[in-house]
């Protein structure tokens, strides 16, 4: 099974390394995979884990998106109207 990475900064980094040890991406990959999978049965060090939730916090607050606005429903009904025109008729639940 193939895997597609769709992240350039990702991607990027797979290269950066591949042109420091000479490897491939696949080879990067593979090596990066098995040194993670041989500790699997061991816990992950308390520094490791912080340092993995500081990461996914900056990920987060990089790449965040705006809250859900709460709209009420004649927002909601305006921003239909604006998409599908005025004559649109929500079907009605079966009786």
Avoid: C, H
Avoid at 50 to 66: D, G, N, V
Avoid at 69 to 75: D, H, M, V
Wanted: charged share 40%; aromatic share 6%; proline share 8%.
């Amino acid at each position: 099974m193939a895997i597609t990475i769709r992240n350039k900064t990702t991607e990027e980094l797979i290269r950066k390394i591949g042109r420091r040890t000479g490897e491939g991406p696949s080879a990067v990959i593979a090596r990066l995979v098995k040194a993670e999978a041989k500790d699997k049965d061991k816990p992950v060090p308390p520094e490791v884990v912080k340092q993995r939730m500081r990461e996914l916090k900056e990920s987060r607050l990089k790449y965040t998106y705006p809250d859900d606005p709460k709209l009420t429903w004649a927002e909601i009904e305006e921003e239909m109207d604006s998409i599908f025109g005025d004559d649109f008729e929500p079907r009605q639940a079966p009786r």
